[in-house]
């Protein structure tokens, strides 16, 4: 089977989130289940730098507003299929915005442009490689479905949700440039309060929709997560379903780990100890038996930042130190810089991106505070769990699907790989906080909890298989969820 995956990010080749690890992982480990994934992907002046060689498959006079033509190539271990529209995407900047961090202006064109492109793929563009199914990834992929629905192209077609957050929201002024008959603006259509929504169209027309947690799947329907769409997801309901994400495991693999002080395995945990030495090195941080707190994000409300910035003093009172690494709001980085400067060698906050850095975090500090008020999966619980770096989790979406609660039950029963807490509430997250730097104190059940979590399958195995049979029941007729 063909699934044409269609993506605005794709690791190694760009990223600025989540999607693109799952839109970068997934092709690998759905080819184990006989489904042959191309990518489609925007032609980034950093995408062209490395796609080496490349066959032009298809080509458009004039694509919205310019000459542009369709690549196929083997790029950084994913077949893509690459937009290459210079007037779009060979520009300095971000994916998404400008230098200066607003959103470049024409993204409505980069974006219908690239829904437009991967439904000419869907109708044969390229002739060896007609999908079977296609697949859209977030608002940007999500105008595909509803160009193909107007082509009548006879592909089914999947949207998964990333963040609901983030929408393609636009003026209604845009829609005759579309190239969509006038039929389409219209509530069950495009239309969507007023203006466009490239999301919402998806949503619309998509076959299925998926999202990255069963729990996410749930909230999106209520007002609170639905963010302005719980609506249309009710009436979808029995399209909608949650698959979670997986990690790659062999990049973030904590017996095999380069960023590493040590490597360690399930049977060798005190081997921890160098990395976490090398943590509290890099953060400033006592050498002392009291736990290491890590968080590990971008840093906005989304994220509950806020919340531990509030609870900063407490935390560092219940015993813990705290190791923050994250870029994000000003506001919220210069926040908890000064709330460290008031904690010495309790507290270290290191503003900025360093994978490097978040891997050693992993296998050195002793527990992730994942304070999320909305998380559709949440990859750092899941790496957590990986390397013994036990996560206290705001339970909502992914961060409720993945870690166990260590209360009296599942420690008796011996399930339990992290702490949960209501999510907003900083006297939720605080009491979490306090169990787990007691539970610190007892050794052993400390290292149960940590094992549990270890062997816990956080792989793609299992979610790669529930995308290969929804393609499947899409391709049977049957709507999937
Ligand atoms: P989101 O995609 O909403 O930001 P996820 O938890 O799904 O949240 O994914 C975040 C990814 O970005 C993880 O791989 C995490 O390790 C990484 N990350 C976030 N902030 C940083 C940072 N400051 N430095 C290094 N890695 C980071």
Redesign the pocket.
């Known amino acids: 089977m063909k699934v044409l995956s269609v993506a605005s990010e794709a690791v190694p080749l760009i990223k600025t ?3 693109a ?1 799952v839109a970068g992982a997934l092709p690998g480990a759905l080819a184990e289940h006989d489904v042959e994934v191309r990518t489609l992907l925007p032609g980034y002046t950093s995408v062209m730098a490395n796609l080496g060689k490349a066959t032009r498959v298809h080509s458009y006079a004039s694509l919205f507003g310019g000459k542009a033509s369709v690549l196929k190539a083997r790029a950084a271990g994913l077949d893509v299929f690459v937009l290459d529209a210079p007037h779009l995407f060979d520009r300095p900047g971000g994916p998404y915005g400008q230098p200066t961090g607003s959103d470049w202006p024409d993204n409505w064109k980069r974006f219908a442009a690239f829904g437009r492109v991967a439904a000419d793929v869907a109708k044969g563009a390229d002739k060896d490689f007609q999908p079977d199914v296609v697949h859209a990834h977030d608002w940007q992929a999500a105008m595909a479905p509803a160009y193909m629905r107007f082509d009548g192209t006879p592909v089914p077609s999947v949207v998964t949700v ?2 609901l957050a983030f929408q393609g929201h636009f003026s209604a002024d845009i829609f005759p440039d579309l190239g969509l008959p006038p039929e389409a603006l219209a509530m069950d259509g495009v239309e969507y309060y007023g203006g466009v929504g490239f999301l919402k169209a998806g949503l619309q027309y998509a076959d299925a929709i998926t999202t990255v947690s069963p729990t996410y799947a749930r909230e999106i329907r209520t007002p609170a997560f639905g963010m302005g769409l719980d609506g249309l997801l009710n009436v979808r309901a029995s399209s909608l379903q949650g698959i979670l ?1 997986g990690i790659d495991t062999s990049a973030w693999n904590p017996e095999s780990d380069k960023h590493l002080a040590s490597t360690f395995g399930v049977r060798s945990l005190k081997r921890r100890a160098s990395n976490r030495k090398a943590v509290e090195q890099r953060f400033a941080l006592d050498h002392d038996n009291d736990p290491v707190l890590c968080v ?3 840093l906005t409300w ?2 509950g930042i806020d919340v531990v910035v509030s609870e900063f003093d407490t935390i560092i009172a219940s015993g813990a130190k705290l190791a923050v ?3 994000g709001d000003h506001a919220l980085e210069g926040a908890l810089l000064a709330a460290a400067a008031r904690h010495r060698g309790r507290a270290g906050v290191l503003i ?4 490097e ?2 891997h050693l975090l ?1 296998g050195g500090a002793d527990a992730i505070l ?1 304070p999320s008020r909305f ?7 899941l ?1 957590g769990l990986r390397y013994g770096c036990v996560p206290i989790v705001a339970r909502t979406g992914g961060l409720a699907d993945t870690v166990i609660d260590a209360n009296d039950a599942a420690l008796a029963a011996g399930v339990a790989t992290g702490f949960q807490f209501a999510a907003d509430q900083g006297d939720a997250m605080l009491e979490a906080v306090r169990r787990a730097v007691s539970l610190y104190r007892d050794t052993r059940a400390w290292e149960a909890i940590q094992k549990q979590g270890m062997r816990a399958d956080v792989s793609w195995h299992r979610s790669a298989a529930r995308y290969g049979e929804l393609y499947r029941a899409l391709l049977s007729g049957d709507g999937g969820a």
């Open positions: 989130g989540g999607l690890d990333h963040n994400n590990i994000s971008r989304q994220k690494l994250g870029a900025g991106y360093d994978e850095l978040a992993q994942v998380e559709p999966c949440g990859l750092t619980q790496y």
